[in-house]
């Protein structure tokens, strides 16, 4: 279909009344309208999981979409939701935790449009470390959790995914989160040394990290996230109400663009497209053989982007039932705006600007 200004548009309408009463007027409007220039700030991190945005970006597919995409990094998404919240970004990576149902609880407007990462069989990023010592002792599979009662697990917050995958764990061995002791505020600087020593057993590090304490006898990997929870959700982007409502087609093209994105990522996790890599690469500041030793087990996303609600309820389920960490829920409702997503997929479906 070919683009026609909207003042030329104008300029023919009194010759085109009748006409346009006998058939329907097309949509050329709306298509520029929905290509207008705009600029959308993101908060990222600097990891693997990140992969999408970096590939979007690097290989122009938020260009192609007509949109600038300023980026601000950070050490962890939970980190950025105060930004977002206080409208320093435009979208940001909702890690799903405690605090995420916490914040929209208080009725701050933020609302998950797309998924950003899950753990599905087979492609668990989140590797389960235990102790040498403790290994010795038989924990070296996910049923080893039986022998975790006593030990000290080295965590960074309640709340946390760390936090639900080891209580699950702990479930699934007929223990409890009372038969550990848990050890707060510790991130992998403190925790790793203590591991060496034997003075922590049980730790959560996600790739390629895991790998890199593996390589330097510091504990061994037992078992993955995929193999505690199947299919669970780490993270979605999440946007404020307005943003969505106001600047739809904005949102509708970032979508889309991190979809086509999500195809380079998956299949460069299964054949490890050098392309792709060095471009994580580069994102990452970490060298390309280290992003490649852990293929495939990188965070699996999904190419449509649609959310595994279920398991983000049933996160959400656990917080507020099992913990004193979340007074009140939320409803899916209040929690999700999928109509972006929805758009985005049938404008792909129809016709795939990056093919």
């Known amino acids: 279909m070919s683009r026609v200004s909207r003042r030329t548009m104008l300029a023919a309408a009194g010759a085109g009344i009748a006409a346009a009463a006998t058939f329907p007027a097309p949509r050329i409007w709306a298509q520029g309208d929905f290509m207008a220039p705009a600029?959308?700030?993101?908060?990222?991190?600097?990891?693997?999981?990140?992969?999408?945005?970096?590939?979007?970006?690097a290989k122009g597919y938020f260009a192609k979409m007509n949109l600038t995409v300023e980026t601000t990094s950070y050490v962890d998404g939970s980190l950025s939701m105060?930004?977002?919240a206080a409208g320093e970004l435009d979208i940001a990576g909702a890690t799903i935790s405690a605090g995420l149902f916490n914040l929209v609880a208080k009725g701050t407007g933020i609302k998950l449009f797309m998924e950003r990462g899950r753990e599905a069989p087979g492609w668990g990023s989140n590797?389960?470390?235990?102790?040498?010592?403790l290994y010795e002792k038989g924990f070296t599979d996910l049923a080893g959790y039986k022998h975790a009662k006593g030990q000290k697990i080295g965590i960074s917050s309640r709340g946390s995914v760390a936090h639900y995958l080891h209580t699950i764990a702990l479930q699934k061995a007929g223990l409890t989160v009372d038969d550990v002791d848990w050890q707060w505020g510790m991130d992998p600087r403190v925790s790793l040394p203590l591991m060496k020593q034997n003075s922590i057993g049980i730790i959560n590090l996600p790739l390629p990290g895991a790998y890199a304490a593996q390589k330097q006898g510091i504990g061994r990997v037992v078992t993955w996230s995929d193999e505690i929870d199947p299919n669970f959700v780490l993270a979605c982007s999440a946007a404020s109400t307005k943003l969505l409502t106001e600047r739809n087609d904005a949102v509708v093209r970032f979508i889309m663009a991190i979809m086509q994105a999500n195809k380079d990522y998956m299949d460069c996790a299964k054949n490890g497209d050098p392309e792709i890599l060095k471009i994580m690469a580069e994102g990452t500041k970490l060298p390309v053989p280290v992003i490649d030793e852990t293929r495939p087990r990188w965070t699996y996303m999904v190419l449509d982007g649609q959310p595994n609600i279920p398991s983000i309820m049933a996160q959400q389920k656990y917080w507020h039932e099992k913990t004193d960490l979340l007074a009140k829920a939320v409803t899916e409702e209040q929690l999700f705006d999928l109509k972006?997503?929805?758009e985005a997929r049938k404008r792909l479906d129809d016709k795939n600007p990056f093919i």
């Open 127 to 133: 590797a389960i470390m235990v102790s040498n010592a």
């Open 340 to 342: 972006a997503i929805a």
């Open 82 to 84: 105060p930004s977002l």
């Open 39 to 57: 600029k959308l700030r993101a908060g990222l991190t600097p990891y693997i999981s990140s992969g999408p945005a970096m590939i979007a970006e």
